[in-house]
């Protein structure tokens, strides 16, 4: 993955050993912006007001350990896209089937090399850019289609929909989706950024751009209609952004899909 200054993600490493966490800190370091916590009660206070891309933790932590960590992340609408990484030096297969059953995403036994840890971590973030980028590129795919597990699937789902009643509204805004969603702004606007790398109003845009599609493949309506349908204010407007968004015009698009 190419890590360059501006996409450098944020790696939360929690261990109550300080010379693992310096270690990891200093190894994950050269690759991720990497933010150290002694449990998992620092953890959740960090999360509450700050971005984190994936969490790795050891599991034998004081207050708050790695499993009840993993579980109030997997069970908290606002954090249940977090990648998790479990470690432990247990090595029996019953710890393995505890870690995944609390929704760890992998899990690491102890002693691992750093390489393999840095492999995980990357293929966990690839794999989840990936999914974006084929939700964001191809006019088809759903938007449930990014999620990664049943919390956020509901969650994906239900926007969607409120996206879709209400898609004729030029000033449909994060505010009526935030208070329909029953979550804070800055919440939800973390929600969507985390799960979907985009920012509530892009996700609007893009849902607007998919809806079209479907009606462009009905084949009912013509393009300027489709425009006021899907709430843009011109035909001209709505042609920019769909070109942009998938690399065809509405016209282009339509025509493909002819039987």
Not at 40 to 48: H, R, W
Not at 56 to 65: H, T, W
């Amino acid at each position: 993955m190419h890590n360059n200054v501006t996409t450098r993600f944020t790696i939360l490493v929690a261990d109550d050993h300080q010379d693992i966490l310096d270690f990891l800190a200093d190894d994950l370091g050269e690759h991720y912006d990497v933010v150290k916590a002694n449990n998992g009660q620092e953890v959740l206070d960090f999360i509450v007001t700050q971005h984190v891309d994936l969490i790795v933790s050891d599991i034998m932590m004081p207050y708050v350990d790695g499993y009840e960590l993993c579980t109030r992340l997997k069970e908290n609408l606002s954090y249940s896209h977090i990648p998790f990484i479990m470690l432990t030096a247990k090595n029996n297969l019953q710890s393995k089937i505890e870690g995944l059953k609390y929704g760890a995403d992998a899990y690491i036994e102890k002693p691992f090399s750093p390489s393999f840890l840095q492999a995980q971590i990357d293929s966990l973030l690839r794999n989840r850019q990936h999914v974006r980028e084929h939700y964001s590129k191809s006019p088809l795919v759903p938007l449930n289609s990014i999620a990664l597990n049943k919390a956020d699937q509901a969650f994906l789902e239900k926007l969607n929909t409120l996206i879709i009643e209400n898609i004729s509204e030029q000033g449909l805004c994060v505010d009526m989706l935030a208070d329909h969603m029953h979550m804070s702004r800055p919440t939800l606007y973390r929600k969507i950024k985390g799960i979907s790398n985009l920012s509530p109003n892009e996700l609007i845009n893009i849902t607007r751009l998919k809806k079209a599609a479907d009606l462009l493949i009905e084949g009912e309506l013509k393009i300027y209609e489709i425009s006021t349908t899907v709430g843009f204010n011109s035909s001209s407007h709505f042609t920019r952004n769909f070109q942009k968004q998938f690399g065809v015009s509405p016209k282009e698009y339509a025509d493909s899909k002819v039987k």
